[in-house]
């Protein structure tokens, strides 16, 4: 190659535009996923009061301290409702939250955001649509965690303990809030809700639940969940607590296709 070609090559080369380089994912302590049953089940005062407690726990001091006291001192959160199978909706995009103005501002979004109702209970569903939303979301956390409320078992869409297997086989951790306020009646509710989620919807390491058995205590009970989620696995029992003194081992084991089987006695 002669000397003049080589050099209109290499100002050639010299000359192009480079390509943009891909943005790294944000590094993060946790990625969260909130995720709120809105099913007929719950009256709205009982939606008003738990997105309220959202809403409270957001801005909370422990909260905040929570996340400050991280590697990175920021998580990644997100918002999501569920109901039935075709009921899934992000109320609350993917956000870091890394000071108390980002935590305030996302509570805020949260609180002007309209409460919707739709009707079944498919836990299944809920694990399935979310589960994906970590997939290129913009953040590379050390944890994934899935926190999920209801305020009964799975009676639609497909099995919540395969649906939970396969959860936690990504990697992810699910934890679970489960409300047991009313009297268990027709087929959407049981009496032993916590042992239920405990057996057939929770896992991964460090998994929990807390159980909210006072509409007036479940913002402290959301509140506590969410230090223990933003901390993480601690050397000691992940902290659970039940809404009666029998603890899982003590408990007989519960059937995890005990809603789909109440709801088909129901319709019959």
């Known amino acids: 190659m002669s000397r003049f070609i080589w050099l ?26 909130l995720a709120v049953d809105v099913s ?6 009982e939606q008003d009061l738990q ?21 990175h001192g920021k998580i990644a959160l997100t918002y999501m409702e569920w109901a039935g199978p075709g009921y899934q909706t992000v109320l609350m995009p993917w956000t870091v939250i890394d000071s108390a103005e980002a935590a305030h501002a996302f509570a805020d979004g949260l609180a002007s955001a309209p409460i919707s109702r739709f009707r079944a209970t498919s836990i299944s569903s809920a694990l399935q649509f979310a589960a994906p939303m970590f997939d290129g979301n913009g953040f590379q956390g ?17 099995p919540v303990a395969g649906a939970r297997d396969a959860v936690v086989g990504r990697g992810i951790v699910i934890n679970g809030l489960p409300i047991m306020i009313k009297e ?23 998994s929990f639940i807390i159980a909210v058995q006072d509409l007036q205590t479940i913002s402290e009970a959301i509140r506590r969940k969410l ?18 003194e029998t603890s899982v081992a003590q408990a007989t084991p519960v059937d995890c296709l005990i809603g789909e089987k109440l709801f088909q006695r129901w319709m019959q």
């Not at 909260?63 to 400050?68: D, F, G, H, K, L």
């Not at 901390?231 to 992940?238: R, S, T, Y």
């Open 227 to 244: 230090v223990l989620e933003i901390v993480g696995p601690q050397p000691a029992e992940p902290e659970v607590t039940y809404a009666s």
């Open 40 to 45: 007929w089940s719950m009256d709205m005062d």
């Open 8 to 33: 209109l090559v290499l100002l050639s080369a010299l000359g192009s535009s480079p390509m943009p380089a891909k943005a790294a994912d944000i590094d993060v302590d946790l990625e969260l996923v």
């Open 184 to 206: 268990a009646s027709g087929f959407y509710s049981i009496d032993n809700l916590d042992v239920y989620y405990e057996q057939c919807v929770v896992g991964g390491p460090g």
């Open 142 to 158: 050390m944890r994934r965690v899935i926190d999920i409320s209801g305020d009964g078992p799975n009676n639609m869409g497909e």
């Open 51 to 71: 997105r309220q407690g959202y809403v409270a726990a957001l801005k909370h001091p422990d909260v905040i301290r929570a996340i400050s006291s991280g590697l």
